[in-house]
């Protein structure tokens, strides 16, 4: 049971250049989101689906697209990278229900030059 | 509007001594109220949770939480620390009928050998 797999695991970009945040659970939940992880400052939410076709905004969006593509997977996209975009990301998925936990991913280690 | 304040930012106890981690909490409405552990280049996992039944909660690794409503805390206890426990640890609360959780600021719990 892989759970919530996201790819890559690291990835370096120059300021200005673009790349897309994959990520894929396989516990058919209807929720998913994406969180980016700064020293300090806990998780903060940057977009979340809470079902297929739908996606809201979260606390830090700026700068950021998603797609829920099905299900399953749920796409982060940073058109423009800017130094300030340097972070862990997570994503993670519930089902939605009261109280249900989160189920996180490993995180891709994004720097940006 | 809800918060959460780790009191803590760094917590070191020696092995086999007791853990206390610290959680405050702000909400409006009766919470549900989490502890997530991180250890390194990991996502987060979930530890216990607390959703209005008893007001202690006993979760994985020994781990316990008690929920204290007069005075809007949820801390996190172990009666001994174990080399194992090394991680940061996120309290996170979350209102009914809001998906949205906000996450405290973590605290780094280091173990003594």
């Known amino acids: 049971n892989a759970g919530v797999t996201q790819t890559p695991k690291f990835q370096v970009l120059k300021t200005g250049q673009s790349m897309t945040l994959q990520c894929a659970q396989d516990m058919n939940h209807n929720s998913m989101y994406w969180y980016r992880q700064d020293p300090g400052m806990g998780l903060r939410l940057i977009y979340y689906s809470a079902s297929e076709g739908t996606t809201d905004k979260g606390e830090v969006p700026n700068g950021y697209n998603v797609s829920r593509l099905n299900k399953r997977e749920f796409s982060l996209r940073l058109e423009s990278a800017a130094p300030s975009q340097t972070s862990v990301y997570f994503c993670a998925s519930s089902d939605l229900s009261y109280n249900s936990p989160l189920h996180f991913g490993n995180g891709t280690r994004l720097t940006v030059t | 509007a809800q918060s959460v304040t780790q009191l803590d930012s760094h917590v070191s106890v020696s092995e086999g001594t007791p853990v206390l981690l610290r959680c405050n909490y702000s909400s409006s409405y009766s919470p549900s109220l989490f502890w997530y552990v991180q250890h390194p280049n990991k996502g987060l996992q979930l530890l216990l949770k607390?959703?209005?039944?008893?007001?202690l909660v006993k979760g994985i690794n020994g781990f316990e939480a008690e929920f204290k409503k007069s005075e809007t805390s949820f801390h996190l206890t172990k009666p001994s620390a174990h080399m194992s426990d090394a991680a940061e640890y996120f309290c996170?609360?979350?209102?009914?009928?809001?998906?949205?959780?906000?996450f405290g600021t973590g605290t780094r719990l280091t173990i003594i050998p």
């Open positions: 607390y959703t209005s039944a008893a007001t």
């Open positions: 996170v609360v979350m209102n009914f009928g809001n998906e949205k959780l906000t």
